[in-house]
């Protein structure tokens, strides 16, 4: 039996995921779990105040010497990567933030997801039957 690309979303909803419905209910419950959201901000600040603070003066120098035109050239032996991308003392922590706030948003999304699933895979089981009806009278 061959379906059209137009089913594939069908089947696609229809088709029961990998994951059990407890890691499912997991990973819902640690996405809207404050304590994680706050540890995932904070490891993502926490990287991203390090890798401002990496000294990119000597890869730099090496590529000034390969480029002596290059703007490598300028750059100061103990300069950083924030220093090259303009420092910003307060990124850190706004990628902390937005982290926080992306993943409040992914526990809302996958709650919702969680919530009205069952209702998605009926509507697809019904909407892949009609069509399988409807292919079938059109062939008759």
């Known amino acids: 039996m061959r379906w059209p690309l137009a089913a594939l979303p069908l089947l696609a909803l ?42 990119v003066g000597p890869l730099a120098e090496a590529v000034a010497r390969v480029d002596p035109d290059s703007d490598a050239a300028y750059i100061p032996r103990d300069a950083t990567v924030g220093d090259v991308a303009g420092r910003d003392p307060q990124y850190a922590e706004r990628m902390g933030d937005d982290v926080r706030a992306g993943t ?32 079938d009278d059109a062939r008759r």
Not at 110 to 118: G, H, I, K, M
């Open 14 to 55: 229809a088709t029961p995921l990998p994951a059990s419905a407890a890691e499912a209910r997991a990973a819902v419950a640690a996405l809207n779990d404050p304590a994680m959201q706050d540890r995932m901000a904070d490891t993502v600040t926490a990287l991203v105040d390090a890798m401002m603070q990496m000294k």
């Open 104 to 135: 409040r948003m992914a526990g809302h999304a996958a709650s919702a997801l969680a919530a009205y699933a069952p209702v998605l895979k009926d509507m697809a089981r019904d909407l892949a039957a009609q069509w399988e009806r409807e292919r």
